[in-house]
């Protein structure tokens, strides 16, 4: 078997740094994602159909289009036009939450439709203003329900963002790819990567059990 | 205090309420009673604009609510409302349930709407459980909350729309106590309600409606003794 993990130590520096930007590059897009995703939950709520349409319209072309196109499109494509130029940093960024926007709303929406009517209209009812009952009451809740989906989410963006290697940002699968190159080995940095790949995640799941865990004081009996 | 003119409500092309005209006096304890899908508690949920009505006027203490510049927020904090099915705010303790909407809308500090809101739980018996969630609690327990919580408003009259309909039998008895003290108080009440027993000692008038028409509005002896519409004698043959 050719199987050599000496090689891997002197790389771990480098490892580390990437790591750290593929923490960035996720927490950007996620925050921004969701940022953009609440606007977009109530306006695909709206009475107006024509914010209905818009967003259904953002939906289906962000989960229509693979990601990397959409990486391709935002650090190659647009430049292009504007003449402007984005480092592959924030094209990461853009590309990840517009695209992670799309899922996000979604979730939210089905979460905001799930928040008993009663809950509203007792507010309503108490001279609570609409911007504070959505604030107070109906966003709350509906984050409540939607934990699990948006945990989901940020899984999947965390993932997702190895797709960033290709516009020649240097994440962790970047790193891999160069580490690769140079030592000519491919099993052990590849192997190494998953593994903190799937830490990051598990990591992420246990937090948001735990804030589960503590959202859901209010149900208990 | 309440004034209802003419209004009617049309769900689509199904007319719920059809030129009901009313008018109840400050402190009058009023009893609308009626088969399901009459419109009562569409009657109830226009007066405070969870409903819209397609046409007619309400005006309630000299707020023309029908008038589209009339502010919701402003006529609700007159105006409080118990539901049937509590409408606790489920991610709230009791505590914070009873001053949110004080503290929100009166810009009431948090010690004062703490402490008027220690006062009123005290009132329906429920003080022991201002720290706990509303999911730990009895249904009767639930609705005595609630309507403290819409008292914290101090409102100047309360709408009950079905408030033991959603009760187990043992606990209507505790929420219909509450309410009875409440009447007492002078505070003007609307109640829509299945409980004829109920009806005829707090209420001082009784509003029978039927397919969305008010059929007779008379005091509770006159109407449980002799109800002057077929309609009505039906309705209390089947409910006594």
Known sequence: ?221 | MIDVKHLHKNFGSLEVLKDVSLHVDKGEVVAIIGPSGSGKSTLLRSINLLETPTSGEIVVDGITVTDKQTSASALRQKVGMVFQHFNLFSHMTVMKNMTYAPVKTKRLSKAEAQEKAMKLLERVGMSDKANVYPATLSGGQKQRVAIARALAMDPEVILFDEPTSALDPEMVTEVLEVIKELADTGITMLLVTHEMGFAKEVADRIIFMDDGVILEDASPEEFFANPKTARARDFLDKML
């Open chain 1, 1 to 221: 078997m050719n199987l050599d993990f000496s090689v891997m130590p002197q790389y771990f520096g480098y490892l580390a740094n990437a790591t750290t930007i593929t923490l960035q590059v996720t927490l950007y897009a996620l925050f921004f994602g969701f940022v953009l995703a609440v606007p977009l939950a109530f306006m695909k709520l709206s009475r107006f159909r024509l914010l209905r349409w818009i967003t259904s319209f953002y939906t289906a072309v962000f989960r229509g289009v693979p990601l990397l196109v959409q990486l391709m499109i935002v650090y190659f494509g647009v430049p292009q036009i504007t003449g402007g130029n984005f480092t592959p940093l924030q094209a990461s960024t853009i590309a990840l939450s517009l695209n992670s926007a799309a899922y996000l709303s979604e979730t939210l929406r089905g979460g905001i439709m799930a928040v008993d009517i009663g809950q509203r209209e007792a507010a309503m009812a108490l001279g609570v203003s609409q911007f504070a009952i959505m604030k107070d009451i109906v966003i709350p809740q509906a984050l409540k329900s939607t934990l699990p989906g948006l945990v989901n989410e940020m899984i999947n963006l965390l993932k997702n963002t190895s797709l960033v290697s290709c516009i020649s940002l240097v994440d962790l699968t970047r790193a891999a790819q160069l580490i690769v190159s140079r030592t000519y080995r491919a099993f052990e940095p590849y192997l190494v990567i998953a593994v903190v790949y799937f830490i990051m995640v598990e990591i992420l799941t246990l937090i948001s059990l735990r804030i589960e865990r503590w959202v859901n004081i209010s149900d208990r009996r």
